[in-house]
């Protein structure tokens, strides 16, 4: 079965550092892979995606993502973390259905609060 | 350049009553999403809609809820006698057409309340 997991529910780090949050995933074949951020009362917006070839993709706000095949992980870092960086982060994957289209699954996300 | 508009941003109704909660998706994407969200919890697909398929209703807890596009413009999503348990954010989102490497846009949900 398809799924995707998120290990960490709550991560802290202090302004400045580094951060890395992970994700691990089920699928059989060559995943679409996604992370998105929510912000407190809003909805997801997309960070960055991985579709194929180079492993290591960079997205908005700084943050970049690296496809691991053989440890199914797709984790998200950030080199330096901002205190706006605060919000929920999720994972998630595009599975094929049988009839060709796609259906997400989402991790149940990891919220990411920052000291100042 | 209108994002996925959604309303109400917020619903308070009392337990047994229905609710209607609509969504407007991206102009021009056929696939669209509504999923539910609980508190401190992530995102449960509810339904799926694509062109003129038939929807994937899948994910519809009970036959209390139910959803409607029509054509590829608006949606809406209706929870009939609602309980409790239904108190959620609920969020739908919109891509051009459903194919996996395209992400989704969301709107910033309906905050749900049953007393």
């Known amino acids: 079965a398809q799924s995707v997991t998120q290990p960490d529910i709550h991560i802290t780090v202090s302004e400045g550092a580094s951060l890395e949050l992970r994700c691990n995933y089920s699928?059989?074949?060559?995943?679409?892979l996604f992370w998105y951020v929510q912000s407190p009362g809003q909805g997801l917006q997309l960070l960055l995606k991985?579709?194929?070839?180079?492993?290591l993709v960079q997205g908005i706000k700084g943050f970049e993502a690296e496809f691991k095949r053989s440890q199914s992980s797709f984790n998200l870092r950030k080199p330096s973390v901002h205190w706006s960086d605060a919000a929920e982060y999720f994972c998630a994957v595009g599975a094929r259905r049988t009839s060709g289209t796609y259906k997400y699954i989402f991790g149940t996300g990891t919220r990411l609060k920052v000291l100042a | 350049g209108a994002g996925v508009s959604q309303s109400p941003s917020n619903k308070v109704t009392e337990k047994g009553k229905d609710v209607e909660l609509r969504c407007d998706p991206i102009?021009?994407?056929?696939?669209l999403y509504w999923y539910r969200q609980r508190l401190g919890q992530g995102l449960e697909f509810l339904i799926y809609?694509?062109?003129?398929?038939?929807?994937?209703k899948s994910g519809l807890p009970s036959d209390r809820f139910s959803a409607e596009r029509t054509g590829e413009s608006v949606s809406t999503l209706t929870i009939q006698r609602t309980q409790q348990e239904d108190s959620a954010v609920y969020l739908c989102?919109?891509?051009?057409?459903?194919?996996?490497?395209?992400?989704?846009?969301f709107g910033d949900g309906t905050r749900l309340s049953i007393l």
């Open positions: 991985y579709f194929s070839g180079d492993t």
């Open positions: 102009s021009g994407h056929t696939a």
């Open positions: 699928y059989g074949a060559t995943p679409y």
């Open positions: 989102a919109s891509s051009p057409d459903g194919i996996g490497n395209q992400p989704q846009h």
């Open positions: 809609f694509q062109g003129n398929s038939a929807p994937d």
